[in-house]
């Protein structure tokens, strides 16, 4: 080979390697630096979108109304939970209707119980009748109606006097708190009849009315019924369904999307609102239990200072875990 050729390779060699070097140096100072530190400290939860900053404007919203809020999240996703004013003690209203489903489908499903059908019917008794929500004071006296019947209408139209027909059938007050004291609830108790027939506690009817709890307590309720904790799986499916047909929807479920399933029960008396909802959104599944009392706003309208406190809590909530979502409830629905 001659010393020409020779060279031209020593120097071909020279360049290629001088070529792959200056390569490598260049990708190595344009790629993203990553380094166990800095992958650590990476932030999960995008900025505004942490538990503590969701419960810090919950608070804000409590604070802010005139009376006293209670408030209860928990995300069925992770577990993480949030409470403000959670654990206070506050009027059921018609929401302790739940505790009436869940012991009225507890007995249908005991082999000893006394509701072997769930179309076996009781006939309605005029002079038994009640006021405020329902069908069933409309009927005739005498007038067959189905267990199925009355716990559709219970929950779904939150009517009185199929309440009280279930709460007798089933066999009295006692029945609906053994269910409860049996399953750890410490405070809440159904504490008479609707227009007190019937009475539990006379003390507790004088100071809350028609029941107690507490929002935490209503919350974890709700999430037995969801994972299928309180009764059997039969049971507990037909009670979300029951809870998905609410006709008293403005509340929290009117702050979710139509598209969304929400399982919810409210209650209302003159000075204190609530609702509690299951709510399946995009982002998460969650529970959320909203109560206020001492309410110093107490008109039966749209714009009653704590229904829309407890609405601006849901669209918070519901903003929180589907920060994404361009939803907004349409105006004039207050007519509807």
């Not at 006021?131 to 267990?147: C, M, R």
């Not at 047909?245 to 999307?257: H, K, R, S, T």
């Amino acid at each position: 080979m001659s010393a020409r050729r020779m060279r031209t390779r020593i120097l071909i060699q020279v360049f290629t390697v001088l070529f792959l070097i200056v390569r490598g140096v260049c990708s190595a100072e344009s790629a993203p630096t990553t380094t166990p530190d800095s992958a650590a400290s990476a932030p999960e939860t995008p900025p505004g979108r942490t538990a503590s900053a969701l419960k810090a404007e919950l608070e804000r919203i409590a604070a802010a109304h005139r009376g006293v809020m209670g408030i209860s999240v928990k995300n069925l996703d992770t577990g993480e939970e949030i409470s403000v004013n959670g654990d206070q003690l506050f009027p059921t209203a018609s929401s302790i209707k739940l505790a009436v489903m869940c012991a009225v489908f507890d007995e249908m499903c005991s082999p000893t119980g006394k509701f072997p059908d769930y179309y076996m019917t009781k006939p309605y008794d005029d002079a038994t009748s009640v006021g405020g929500a329902g069908f069933v004071k409309q009927f005739k006296d005498g007038t067959k109606v189905e267990l199925k019947e009355l716990l559709h209408f219970m929950i779904t139209v939150s009517d009185n006097v199929a309440t009280n027909m279930l709460v007798e059938w089933l066999g009295g007050l006692d029945k609906v708190n053994d269910w409860l004291r049996a399953r750890g609830f410490r405070h809440t108790r159904m504490n008479a009849t609707v227009g007190g027939r019937a009475v539990w506690s006379a003390e507790g009817l004088r100071e809350w009315g028609l029941g107690v709890c507490t929002p935490d307590e209503m919350r974890r309720l709700l999430e037995m019924i969801y994972k299928g904790e309180a009764g059997t799986t039969t049971s507990t499916d037909e009670m979300l369904r029951l809870l998905g047909n609410q006709y008293f929807d403005g509340l929290i479920a009117g702050e979710a999307p139509p598209t969304v399933w929400v399982g919810s029960k409210s209650g209302a008396i003159n000075d204190a609102r609530s609702d509690n909802a299951i709510v399946a959104s995009p982002g998460a599944t969650y529970i959320l239990t909203v109560y206020t009392k001492q309410n110093a706003d107490k008109r039966w309208t749209h714009e009653n200072e704590a229904e829309v406190a407890i609405r601006k809590v849901a669209r918070t909530v519901y903003q929180h875990f589907n920060p994404t979502s361009t939803w907004v409830r349409p105006a004039g629905t207050e007519k509807l």
